[in-house]
């Protein structure tokens, strides 16, 4: 059973550059979560995706956008690309019931030079 | 922001011993769910709490839940060494719907001596 898939695995761009992240939500599963995790830090909500609507936003700059396809796929776009965006970017993916929590990727790690 | 802070930050154990983690969060939950990571992987679910439960198990694992304290704590019985990583806890806050959005605090790093 394929968990959920994240691609690609790593990225370096150039500050000021575009990058769209893509994640594969777990079989069964609707709703799909993005998070950023910097280096020693937890992870940070960034927004979440659920029958192809953005319901639910973090604290984030409108740089960061998305999107989910009919097929529940999902879809981060960061524009602008600052050195600070170098991090850690998990997809989490869950079903109906949250008894078994989120499921998630095994992530991109992008690094902006 | 971070809603959780785990303690302590970092936790040396031998193997066969038992390893606690603690965390506290500032608002009122759904639920509380502990992870675990290894190595900047991705998180692993390993439980989920519901604010009307004081005490759950799972395997090796018994987690509690004091929601007049705001705070949680993380038991793993008779530790490995294939334990050793990374556990966040999670929190699910009240108010906002049935959305599920996650916030977790910085992490306890577990290493387990063989």
């Known amino acids: 059973d394929a968990g959920v898939t994240q691609s690609p695995t790593h990225l370096i761009k150039t500050r000021g550059q575009q990058v769209t992240l893509r994640c594969s939500p777990k079989s069964g599963h609707d709703t799909v979560s993005w998070y950023q995790q910097a280096l020693g830090q937890g992870p940070q909500f960034i927004f979440q995706?659920?029958?192809?609507?953005?319901?639910q936003r973090g604290n984030f700059p409108d740089r960061f956008s998305g999107h989910q396809f009919p097929n529940y796929s999902s879809e981060l776009n960061v524009n602008a690309l600052l050195l600070g965006d170098s991090a850690l970017y998990l997809c989490?993916?869950?079903?109906?019931?949250?008894?078994?929590?989120?499921?998630f990727g095994s992530g991109t790690r992008l690094t902006v030079v | 922001s971070q809603q959780g802070e785990e303690d302590p930050q970092a936790l040396s154990i031998q193997e066969g011993e038992n390893a606690t983690m603690n965390c506290s969060y500032k608002?009122?939950?759904?639920?509380l769910q502990w992870y675990r990571q290894n190595s900047g992987r991705g998180l692993v679910h390993l439980i989920l709490?519901?604010?009307?439960?004081r005490e759950k198990h799972s395997g090796r694992l018994r987690v509690t839940l004091d929601t007049s304290k705001k705070s949680s704590s993380l038991l793993i019985t008779a530790s490995r060494a294939a334990d050793t990583a990374s556990y966040f806890c999670?929190?699910?806050?009240?108010?906002?719907?049935?959305?599920?959005?996650?916030?977790f605090g910085k992490g306890t790093l577990l290493t387990v001596n063989p």
């Open positions: 608002t009122s939950i759904n639920n």
């Open positions: 995706y659920y029958e192809e609507e953005e319901r």
């Open positions: 709490i519901r604010s009307n439960e």
């Open positions: 999670a929190t699910d806050a009240k108010g906002g719907g049935s959305n599920y959005k996650l916030t």
């Open positions: 989490a993916s869950r079903g109906s019931t949250i008894v078994y929590g989120y499921t």
